[in-house]
Every structure is written in C-alpha cells, then in structure tokens.
C-alpha cells in the first residue's frame, strides 16, 4: 500500500464509524505480542464485534491488506512490522453471556476469564484453560487445549465474519478442529463469537483442576520470559521439547532468543530479542532435530509480516 497517501484515506473512513482511540497509527506490534516482539503496524484498529466487518468491507473496498490479532500469545511478528490494517479482536469485542449450560463470549474475551465465569456457574468444562493467555477468537482458530481438554470439547457454534465482510453462523462440527488446528485461517473467516454448551460440574471440583493446572505450569514453563508457549507442535508419538533437549539445544541461543533452560519446547526472548532472532532460532532448531532424529518439527506460533 502506498503508505503517505492511502493511511489517510483510511484513517478518514475509519473514523466515520471508530472513535479515535480505536485507531492507532505506526503501532508497534512489541505492545500487542507475549513475545515482546514486532514492528510497526501502519494502522491498528480495536472494533467491536458489530463493527468488525465494516472494517473489512472498507479494507476491500480501498484493496488495504488485513490482518487478524487476539491477545498475541501465539504470534511472531517481523520486525519490519505489518504494512496494512491490524484488526486487534480485544476489549471492544469482550462479553460473556450465560444462560442455562450455554455461555455465549465475544471473540475479544480473555478465555481464562470464560473458563473462571463458567467454573463460578457450575458449568464445565473449560478448566484446562486456566493459564493459557488468549482470547476466546485466537483460542478456537488454534483449538488451544491442555491437559487432555481442548476447545473442540464443549464448542457448539461461532458467528464468523467471511471475507466480503459478511457474518455467518457456523456449527463447530464445520470447523475441522483438530490439534492445534482450525480450518479458519484457510477459509479467510474472523471469528466473532463463540457458543460452548457445557455440562454441570461442581465449582469445587473445576477449582481443584484449575489450581492444580495452573502449579504445573508455574512449576514446568518459563513464565518469567516473554514467549509464545510451545513453540513448535507435538510430533506423532514423541515431544517436541525432549527432541530438543536430546539434540544439546537446551539455552541454545541465537542474539536475545534462546530455547528456554527450563522446558526446551518452549523458545523465549531472554534479552532483547528481534523476530530475527526468533525466526532463526526456529530454523536452526528445526534443521539440527531433523538431522539427529528424522522428524520435521512444525512450528505452532503463527508467523505475521516478511520473515
Ligand atoms: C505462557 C504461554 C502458555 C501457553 N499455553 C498454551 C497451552 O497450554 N495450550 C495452547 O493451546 N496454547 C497455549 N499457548 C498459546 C496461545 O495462548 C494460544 O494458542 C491462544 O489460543 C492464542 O490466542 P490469541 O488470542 O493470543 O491469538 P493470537 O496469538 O493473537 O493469534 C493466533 C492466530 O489466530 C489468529 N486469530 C486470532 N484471533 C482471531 C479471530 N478472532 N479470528 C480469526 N483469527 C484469529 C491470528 O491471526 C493468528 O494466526 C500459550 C502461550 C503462552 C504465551
């Protein structure tokens, strides 16, 4: 896009249905990532579910690329940043809605707060979720699971917004969920909202879980780093953090970027680190496993901008 003369033309439009603080200019993406990690975006917008589609309607109609972002947590962005239109699905888009075993969120919706609302009503079971640092949007397109639950468990329905902009309700047995994965991001769609049908569980006993899944984590990750939780996927019938510890990469570092001390599947930025560092931490790591084992490992963190 041509920067000096269509940011205006859109930041004009935008405004005739956004408030100013909806609107930033030359955002850097470091602000929105749990990486700590990412250039400038050349406009980044916080719509509302109902405004979301006139944004992407406006963003055809001027041939502006667009870019979807949750809370980040699973997202390596360059460090050149996002030439287009960042559409950040956070707190304009939060609300939960409950009514019998059915709780209705906004895409925008932390999922630990859906997960801590649900145990408060005696509705399971989204305890797994306690910890994981997305929003309810990011979490269904990643079908984000743990401990042997995942979002496919309790998902009924999402309200997505299509490419031309147009909003449609879809069952979750559409959305081909399976491990780490949706069939979202092929189909171009944004999810809006989510509906889980849920069972009755006692409050206590959703509690323990959460507790005791949030000590594991405390005690097995490296939460003091700015990350993207597992960096790479599980690979069939192995771990992708003992491929890497078994390889000698353990504290592997490239610049600030390092596969963590702590638990190996994870990379963190330990001091610094740019998405360069990252991306060729990943590489370098994906080469040497390969190499020593004969397995491709994946990676799970989604890659935004020029790599
Ligand atoms: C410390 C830590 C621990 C973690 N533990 C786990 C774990 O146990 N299990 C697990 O599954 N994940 C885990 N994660 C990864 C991450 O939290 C999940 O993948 C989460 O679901 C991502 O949600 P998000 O809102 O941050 O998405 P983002 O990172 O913002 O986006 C992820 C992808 O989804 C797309 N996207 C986001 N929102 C939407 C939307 N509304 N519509 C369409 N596309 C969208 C983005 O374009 C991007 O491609 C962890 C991350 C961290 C930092």
Redesign the pocket.
């Known amino acids: 896009m041509s920067k000096e003369i269509n940011t205006k033309e859109i930041i004009d439009r935008l405004n005739s249905f956004l408030t100013e603080e909806q609107i930033l200019v030359n955002e850097p993406m470091s602000k929105h990532?749990?990486f700590r990690i990412g250039g400038d975006a050349d406009i980044h917008v916080s719509p509302s579910v109902d405004e979301l589609p006139k944004v992407v309607s406006l963003c055809n109609e001027l041939n502006v690329p667009y870019?979807?972002?949750?809370?980040?947590?699973?997202?390596l962005v360059s460090d050149n940043g996002v030439r287009g239109v960042v559409i950040s699905?956070r707190r304009p888009a939060e609300y939960i809605k409950i009514e019998g075993n059915t709780i209705v969120a906004g895409?925008g919706t932390s999922?630990a707060k859906v997960s801590n609302q649900a145990a408060k009503e005696g509705l399971g079971d989204l305890s797994f979720a306690a910890?994981?640092?997305?929003?309810i949007?990011?979490?269904?397109?990643?079908n984000?699971?743990?401990y042997g639950g995942e979002i496919k468990d309790t998902l009924k329905s999402v309200k997505v917004c299509t490419k031309d902009g147009n909003v449609l309700e879809i069952e979750a047995k559409d959305l081909d969920l399976s491990y780490?994965h949706s069939c979202?991001?092929e189909k171009g769609?944004?999810?809006?909202e989510a509906t889980f049908e849920m069972q009755p569980m006692e409050e206590e006993e959703l509690r323990a879980k959460m507790t005791e899944y949030r000590n594991s984590?405390v005690a097995k990750?490296p939460?003091n780093f700015p990350?993207?939780?597992?960096t790479f996927k599980r690979p069939k019938d192995n771990f992708a953090g003992k491929l890497i510890e078994d390889a000698g990469l353990k504290g592997y570092q490239v610049g600030g970027a390092q596969v963590s001390e702590k638990h190996c599947g994870f990379v963190v930025n330990a001091n610094g680190a740019t998405a360069k560092d990252v991306y060729t931490l990943i590489q370098d790591v994906i080469k040497d496993v390969e190499n020593k084992y004969d397995v491709t490992l994946e990676p799970?963190v989604?890659m935004?901008g020029e790599f």
């Open positions: 990532t749990t870019y979807v972002v949750g809370n980040g947590s699973n997202l699905i895409a999922l910890g994981i640092p997305g929003t949007g990011g979490a269904v397109v990643m984000a699971g743990a780490r979202i991001p769609y944004i999810v809006l984590r990750q939460l990350s993207a939780g597992s799970e989604k935004m």
